[in-house]
């Protein structure tokens, strides 16, 4: 596995850091970002909370060719960071040069800075971006005895994805399969092809709706996932789970998931999780990937997922079918398909998870049961009303977001889509981000921990 290290930040954050750097033609700048930090098993990641800008009475020299912030600033950013339990990203410009690369003096300060970092931050590790006009170089510093190593990769996270890759193995790109996906690139392109076929996704619930998700995104040229699914399969399962059969029941869905997938792309790279994914151990597995589907039913599993988003910068595009029916006919119902991440609404915000049906989720049968009775939790619909037509409609709707994601071909730019099955009307729902999980725990990566056992 080749390593790639990432700075992972949102689009007005980037801008910021851009305009500012920049402004000047000739005169080196620089400022601070307090960031979260995670190690997954490609690499390490910082992930941008924060933009600190000094002021300019907060440097002490500034010219041409060199700067220097003052002590008093640099402690006012350390502080904050020790603060709030996060580390620092220190960013400076070479306006001026073609080729950048750091000077013996840009070595020198970041080496003393790092060490002070390691002091006063118990140990945390320090990034280092350098900006030109044109390119981008960056470093980690894990201590300041070792040597940094490279940033492979700026990742801007929003309500669309971008790679901007900053070392030589990241931008090699693998001979796509032209005569295959020749229909797709039509419509994306050989670069467009080229991204899909270098993403690792994962996929959390391998029912209906998951295991058609994991059909398309490999007829699409997915060749990495994840597939996490503590569940077997059921008799009643057979009618709408892809690639199952009768002699399937019992087996386990994701075992179904990979062997589907083995048919069709038998060189794809699948990893298979039969656990829950509230689990430390299943959400750190699920660092690895690049965009998550949410295909479960339940809001435990979502909210553990919403705060895996929120730290690591991950997008979780997260499935939802309900129907209503009399017993005879369907009275109603909706389709839903919703975007979460870094300066978007998360589940919460929506009202798509709720912590009072979390904690029922949660008990045991028997004290379910009681708390029912006396009225504290209204009853949770153990089964509901699933048709194969709907669940593979909804996952196209939720592949379709996933290609917006990346290519950025819809001009309505809401993240949460709801298709009602009655009325064939398609909504797009707006909220604002409120003072909930997504805001607290945006941007933090390890720094806090999950909702999990």
Not at 245 to 251: E, G, Q
Not at 270 to 288: A, C, G, R, W, Y
Request: glycine share 8%.
């Amino acid at each position: 596995m080749i390593e790639l290290n990432t700075v992972r930040i949102t689009a007005d954050t980037y801008k910021k850091l851009r305009d500012y750097l920049l402004q000047e033609a000739s005169k080196e700048a620089a400022c601070f970002i307090l960031a979260g930090f995670f190690n997954n098993r490609r690499g390490s990641h910082f992930v941008a909370r924060e933009l600190i800008i000094p002021e300019d009475k907060d440097y002490d020299e500034r010219g041409d060719y060199h700067i220097q912030v003052s002590p008093i600033f640099f402690n006012r950013v350390i502080s904050k960071a020790e603060r709030e339990g996060l580390t620092v990203i220190s960013c400076h410009s070479h306006p001026w040069a073609n080729k950048l690369s750091y000077s013996p003096s840009d070595d020198y300060g970041e080496r003393i800075s790092t060490k002070t970092l390691f002091d006063c931050l118990s140990g945390k590790p320090m990034g280092s971006l350098l900006l030109g006009k044109e390119n981008i170089i960056g470093r980690v510093w894990s201590n300041p005895n070792s040597k940094p190593t490279t940033i492979d990769q700026i990742r801007i996270v929003g309500r669309h994805l971008w790679f901007w890759p900053l070392s030589e193995h990241v931008q090699s790109a693998t001979s796509s399969q032209d005569e295959v996906y020749a229909r797709q690139i039509l419509a994306f392109g050989k670069k467009g092809q080229h991204i899909l076929s270098t993403m690792k996704i994962g996929i959390v619930g391998l029912g209906g709706t998951g295991s058609c998700i994991a059909e398309q995104l490999t007829r699409l040229g997915i060749s990495d996932l994840i597939l996490v699914d503590n569940d077997h399969l059921e008799s009643s399962n057979t009618t709408r789970v892809y690639g199952s059969t009768a002699r399937d029941v019992t087996l386990s869905k994701v075992s179904i998931a990979r062997v589907n997938i083995k048919r069709i792309q038998p060189k794809a790279k699948v990893e298979d999780v039969s656990l829950s994914v509230i689990s430390q151990k299943v959400l750190s597995i699920l660092k690895d990937c690049d965009v998550v589907f949410s295909c479960t039913d339940r809001h435990a599993p979502r909210s553990v997922l919403n705060e895996l988003s929120y730290q690591c910068f991950i997008p979780v595009i997260d499935i939802g079918v309900g129907l209503n029916s009399d017993g005879e006919r369907i009275t109603g119902g909706s389709i839903r398909a919703t975007l979460i991440g870094p300066e978007m609404p998360c589940l919460f915000c929506y009202g798509l998870v709720k912590p009072e049906t979390i904690s029922a989720e949660l008990m045991n049968p028997r004290e379910l049961l009681q708390r029912q009775q006396e009225g504290y939790i209204e009853g949770l619909k153990e089964e509901a009303p699933s048709v194969i037509s709907f669940t593979t409609t909804a996952a196209g709707l939720g592949i379709t977001l996933f290609l917006d994601l990346l290519f950025s071909y819809m001009k309505n730019q809401s993240s949460n889509f709801i298709f009602d099955v009655t009325s064939f009307d398609l909504c797009r729902l707006s909220v604002s981000p409120r003072d909930c999980s997504c805001l607290m725990r945006f941007g933090r990566g390890d720094y806090m921990p999950f909702s999990a056992p």
